[in-house]
């Protein structure tokens, strides 16, 4: 049985002066999950929020938000963000070297957690945490921007994660974050991602919920 398709649109391309208003708008056009970026101008060249905002977005949606951490030493803050209202907390393998342990954390918080892997970085550094992960994030573009140009050699990479976890028989979220659009979203589902960040697709488009149901479409089309 396949994993239900999620959308999850990235806040990253929202209007922060409308944010609450911005969230409630993904939701009625038909988003499965939010999508939030933290970053600390550290681990990326960019920084944007915290915990704080966090605790806003879980205001203004009933939806899970999937916190995708792009900070140093994550797991400083993981409880943070668990408490604030993130139902999924993704940490990066490259700014984790206690990852079992992090993870671990993020559950007892109450938390379902996530490894998120740089394009760059082999599969080798989620497998020994396959078992303790609910969700791994393949990043197919470099983290720290939006609208950036999906990296063409991630698909084969989603390919093998869904290889791997089908050899555990672990039905494990994969979600792909960076340039999923329209005429990406086809080739990564037919890999076996099923978790679809979209940030500029969503957010950059005039009728959001149309662009939900593109992607949406082009998705389900490439696994009929
Ligand atoms: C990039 C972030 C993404 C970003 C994706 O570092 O992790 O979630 O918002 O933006 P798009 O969909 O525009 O590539
Ligand atoms: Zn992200």
Partial sequence: MALPIRI?????????????E?????EAAGADWIHVDVMDGRFVPNITIGPLVVEAVRKATRLPIDCHLMIVEPERYVEAFAKAGADLVCVHAEASPHLHRTLQ??????ARPGVALNPATGLEAVEWVLGDCDMVLLMTVNPGFGGQKYIEA????????RALADAR???????VDGGIKADTIGKVTAAGA????????????????????????AAERSRA
Avoid at 105 to 110: E, H, K, L, P, T
Wanted: one cysteine or more; hydrophobic letters at 50%.
């Fill in 8 to 20: 999850a649109p990235s806040i990253l391309s929202a209007d922060f002066g409308r944010l609450a």
């Fill in 22 to 26: 911005e969230v409630q708008a993904a």
């Fill in 105 to 110: 954390v993020i559950r007892a918080a109450g």
């Fill in 154 to 161: 991630c698909t084969e990479k989603v390919r093998r994660l």
């Fill in 169 to 175: 028989g672990q039905a494990l979220e994969i979600q």
């Fill in 194 to 217: 099923n978790v679809f960040v979209a940030g500029t697709a969503v957010y950059g488009a005039k009728d959001y919920r149309q662009a939900i149901a593109d992607l949406r479409a």
